[in-house]
């Protein structure tokens, strides 16, 4: 059975969240209405995925984000806010959460979310966002970005696999996974469409 916390400043969020995820036959071992209160939680259950909104009395929750990663690289994260920004889903793969999800979105997203993080631990999800609104291309996995920010700093095949610990034809087979996503068949095209949509700095 899969472990939860429900970070958000509402009641009724929580409330109803714990309900949804109780029939989806997850255990909620807690909730939190603050960053603060978070921290302080997550070190006490130590729960397998941390459901959490940005928008928090005392902070933001890529502060909760980055201090899961700090501590933990396998407890999964869920980003479930209503900013729905490319811009937010940039930041939330950067902080290092595993999927991001609107607060509109069908529950049914939010709990294939929570599975994500335990199935695909080392990839990224995004549902319902309006970068996903704006383009039919999949998201890149976290190990592609990884690569994709090296192309964009110019390094070479041997260079990104030397800094990823990563065989060449690893590297190659990543990108040409990223070509294929972003539906461009060059370096330059690639960082040329990744930043036109969000997914890399100006």
Known sequence: MIRVLIVDDHAVVRSGLAS???IANFEVVGSAATVAEALAQIAHSNPDVVVLDLNLPDGS???IVQWVRSISKKMGIVVLTLNSGAEFVTAALK???NSFVVKNAPVSEIVAAIEHCISSPSSFSAKGSELLAKS???LLTAREFDVL???S???SNQEIAQQLFLSQSTIKSHITSIFRKLDVDNRISAIICARENGLLLQ
């Open 20 to 22: 949804a995820f109780s």
């Open 61 to 63: 929750g890529f502060e």
């Open 95 to 97: 902080a290092g959460a």
């Open 136 to 138: 039919s291309r999949p």
């Open 149 to 151: 920010k090296r192309i």
């Open 153 to 155: 700093l110019g390094l």
